[in-house]
C-alpha cells in the first residue's frame, strides 16, 4: 500500500481499491486475456464501459434527461476555447466572472474568438474571494464562472441567477458537492482533480444550448457530434475513461456525492480549524469562500515556512506546496484523500507549533 499522505492539486490521489482493479486491468481485462490498454474502442466491453460511465455521472449528479454527458479530451484548458469558438458570435458577447489563475485563463482563450466582458473580478485582493455579481445582460451568449478556484482556494457557493446561459468549470470540485445541473447550461471538467486520472474531460450540457453552437467549427470541437458518437467521434482515452468509471463507482459506495460531500465538509472544517488556532500559521481566502478542495494558508514567515515543509515531508505529507505564484501551503482534500490523512497534517502543525518554537526560544535565549 501506498505510505505517503498525499495532498496534491491534480493529478491528485485516487482511492487504493480503484488503482488495484486498474493495475489488474492493465494486466488482464474481466479475464479477457487482454489488457485494458490494447482492447479497440469499439469492443461491446469497451462501450458498455463508455455507456456505464455515462450512467454513473448522471446518476451521481442527477443529471436531467435533456442534458448530454460527453467525454472528450484536452483537459479542461481546452474547453477555454471550446466555449467561445462555438458560442460567441459578432452579435453576443462572453460575460466572465473573474475569481483567479484559470478563469483568466479562460478569459484569454475567449478573447481570440469574440468580445469579452468581465462583469466582476477578485484581484484587487489576490483573488481571496468571490466578488459580488448582479449582471443581466441579454448581450450575453453566456456567464462563464469557475465554481472552485483550485490555486487560490476560493469555492463558489453561490452561483449566479440570471437569464444568462451559465457554463461552469467546475474541474476541481465536481463530485465534491451536490449541485442542480438545471441551474447550469454547460459545465466542463478536466478528470483528474475528483474523477479520474489526466486524459479525459467531461461536459454535461443543456441540449438547448448545444443546439446554438456554431455549426462551422472543427469536428473535434463539435459538442454535437462527440454526444451523438457516444463520445467516441475518434478514439477516445479509453484508460482514464475506464479508471473514472471505476472511480465513480466508489463514489457510489461512499453514499454517492451527499455522502462525500459530509466527509469533505469535516475534511476541510478539521484543517481550517487548525489554521484558525495554530499561531504559526494564517488562511488566505476569506472565511465565507474557503475552498473544501482546496485549502490555502501561510506561514508567519518565510522562515517557518521552509521549516514546515520539511517537517510535513519527514512526515510523509506531500504535495502541501502553494502554486508557484502564490507561494505559501496548498493541501488539497478531494474525494479520496481520508480524514486520517487531514488528521496526519493537523497533528503535524500542532507539533511543529511545539517544537519550532522552542528551537525560536532556545535560539534567542
Ligand atoms: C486543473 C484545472 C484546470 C486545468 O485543467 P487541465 O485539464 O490541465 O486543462 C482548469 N480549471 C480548473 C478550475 C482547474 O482546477
Known amino acids: 500500500m501506498l505510505k505517503k499522505h498525499n495532498f496534491g492539486a491534480g493529478p491528485c490521489i485516487l482511492p487504493p481499491s480503484?488503482?488495484?482493479k486498474a493495475a489488474q486491468a492493465v494486466m488482464n481485462w474481466n479475464g479477457l486475456g487482454l489488457s485494458i490498454l490494447e482492447v479497440s474502442h469499439r469492443s461491446p466491453e469497451f462501450e458498455d464501459v463508455v455507456l456505464k460511465t455515462q450512467l454513473l455521472v448522471r446518476e451521481l449528479l442527477s443529471v436531467p434527461d435533456n442534458y448530454a454527458v460527453i467525454f472528450m479530451q484536452g483537459g479542461a484548458s481546452m474547453q477555454f476555447s471550446m466555449v467561445p469558438m462555438n458560442f460567441l458570435t459578432a452579435e453576443?458577447?462572453?460575460a466572465y466572472l473573474d475569481t483567479g489563475y484559470f478563469a483568466l485563463k479562460a478569459i484569454k482563450e475567449a478573447k481570440l474568438f469574440g468580445e469579452v466582458?468581465?462583469?466582476?473580478?477578485?484581484?484587487?485582493?489576490?483573488?481571496?474571494?468571490?466578488?459580488?455579481?448582479?449582471?443581466?445582460?441579454?448581450?450575453?451568449?453566456?456567464?462563464?464562472?469557475?465554481?472552485?478556484?483550485?490555486?487560490?482556494?476560493?469555492?463558489?457557493?453561490?452561483f449566479p441567477k440570471n437569464d444568462i446561459p451559465l457554463v461552469?468549470?467546475?474541474?476541481?470540485?465536481?463530485?465534491?458537492?451536490?449541485?442542480?445541473?438545471s441551474?447550469?447550461?454547460l459545465i466542463y471538467a478536466g478528470a483528474q482533480k475528483n474523477m479520474g486520472p489526466a486524459?479525459?474531460?467531461?461536459?454535461?450540457?443543456?441540449?438547448?444550448?448545444?443546439?446554438?453552437?456554431?455549426?462551422?467549427?472543427?469536428?473535434?470541437?463539435?459538442?454535437?457530434?462527440?454526444?451523438?458518437?457516444?463520445?467516441?467521434?475518434?478514439?477516445?482515452?479509453?484508460?482514464?475513461i475506464y479508471v473514472a468509471m471505476l472511480n465513480l463507482l466508489w463514489l457510489k459506495d461512499q453514499g454517492g456525492v451527499n455522502g462525500i460531500e459530509l466527509q469533505n465538509i469535516e475534511k476541510a472544517k478539521l484543517l481550517y480549524q487548525e489554521i484558525d488556532r495554530n499561531p504559526l500559521f494564517k488562511g488566505t481566502a476569506d472565511i465565507e469562500h474557503r475552498s473544501r478542495m482546496n485549502v490555502t494558508f501561510?506561514?508567519?514567515?518565510?522562515e517557518a515556512e521552509v521549516a514546515f515543509f520539511k517537517f510535513a515531508a519527514d512526515q510523509g505529507?506531500?504535495?502541501?506546496?502553494?502554486?508557484?505564484?502564490?507561494?505559501?501551503?496548498?493541501?488539497s482534500l478531494y474525494n479520496a484523500l481520508p480524514l486520517a490523512s487531514v488528521e496526519a497534517l493537523v497533528n503535524a502543525m500542532a507539533e511543529f507549533e511545539i517544537s519550532y518554537s522552542r528551537k525560536n526560544v532556545t535560539e534567542t535565549a
Not at 501561510?298 to 518565510?302: S, V
Not at 505529507?317 to 493541501?331: D, P
Open 18 to 20: 480503484v488503482m488495484e
Open 92 to 94: 453576443k458577447k462572453g
Open 117 to 158: 466582458e468581465v462583469i466582476a473580478s477578485s484581484k484587487d485582493r489576490d483573488y481571496a474571494h468571490i466578488p459580488d455579481q448582479d449582471y443581466n445582460n441579454q448581450q450575453a451568449a453566456y456567464l462563464h464562472c469557475t465554481s472552485n478556484n483550485t490555486i487560490e482556494g476560493t469555492e463558489i457557493f453561490d
Open 168 to 181: 461552469c468549470d467546475m474541474s476541481s470540485d465536481i463530485f465534491s458537492r451536490k449541485i442542480n445541473v
Open 183 to 185: 441551474d447550469f447550461d
Open 199 to 240: 486524459g479525459m474531460t467531461l461536459i454535461i450540457a443543456k441540449n438547448e444550448f448545444l443546439s446554438q453552437a456554431k455549426k462551422e467549427v472543427p469536428s473535434m470541437m463539435d459538442y454535437s457530434l462527440f454526444r451523438d458518437n457516444m463520445s467516441m467521434y475518434n478514439t477516445p482515452p479509453v484508460f482514464s
Open 298 to 302: 501561510k506561514a508567519i514567515d518565510k
Open 317 to 331: 505529507l506531500v504535495g502541501i506546496k502553494g502554486y508557484r505564484t502564490v507561494g505559501g501551503f496548498r493541501a
